[in-house]
Every structure is written in C-alpha cells, then in structure tokens.
Nanobody, 130 residues
Framework: QVQLVESGGGLVLPGGSLRLSCAASGRNFSHYPMGWFRQAPGKEREFVGTTRWSGRIIAKYYADSVKGRFTISRDNTRNTVDLQMNSLKPEDKAVYYC?????????????????????WGRGTQVTVSS
C-alpha cells in the first residue's frame, strides 16, 4: 500500500518561513515525479511545485505565484520530497498536499495537472496570519 505522509504545517506570521516534508512508503519514487499542491477554503486544489527527471537531472517546476519564494528538494535515499516556503503571504494559507505520479516522464505540459498524479497524502494545514 502506497502512503504519502506530510508534516511540518502550522501557523506562521506573514513574511515567515515553514518547511514541509513528505515521506513516501510502499513505492520507490526515485525516478518518478513528486510534488506539492494546495487547496484553500472554497477553492480548487492548485499546483504549487513538482520535480521530474529530465535526462540525468531533476527538473523543478513552480507555480508563478510561488516562484522565488518556495523551493522543492528531493532525497531519493529517503524517498522524500520537501517544500521550503519563505516570505509567506496570507494568500498562501491552504492545506498542502504531497503528490506522486506513476508516470516516469509525463509531458511538461501535464506536470502541473492533478490528473498526472496517482498518489496523494492527506494534507497538512498552513496558516499565514498575524
């Protein structure tokens, strides 16, 4: 049984930082995309960032809204993916979900689509408020 478990959410002041972690078990995601989505109250789940193998390197993709503030990192030895979030804004408040795909090399155009990902964590709440 594949499981993705997120941790690291919480309450932070605007301008602050948080680091989310996602640990996968039951499947080795070393050469498969893993990333993050988020869902704010009353809104659809949206893409945050992801990683995908491109040749011999790991390519990283980010939503425009988080570029320059958020950074994804992978640790294939531990089967984890982390999301470092800096300069947090109130609009970053959401439940953050870890996601993994069974498609080894999805098209770049599809990398930010929810349908590309088969495995999901239960989410971790991030609240940005003063």
């Amino acid at each position: 049984q594949v499981q993705l478990v997120e941790s690291g959410g919480g309450l932070v002041l605007p301008g602050g930082s948080l680091r989310l972690s996602c640990a996968a078990s039951g499947r080795n995601f070393s050469h498969y995309p893993m990333g993050w989505f988020r869902q704010a109250p009353g809104k659809e789940r949206e893409f945050v960032g992801t990683t995908r193998w491109s040749g011999r390197i790991i390519a990283k993709y980010y939503a425009d809204s988080v570029k320059g503030r958020f950074t994804i990192s992978r640790d294939n030895t531990r089967n984890t993916v982390d999301l470092q979030m800096n300069s947090l804004k109130p609009e970053d408040k959401a439940v953050y979900y870890c996601a993994g795909s069974s498609l080894r090399t999805p098209a770049s155009a599809a990398i930010s689509n929810r349908g590309t990902y088969d495995y999901w964590g239960r989410g971790t709440q991030v609240t940005v408020s003063s």
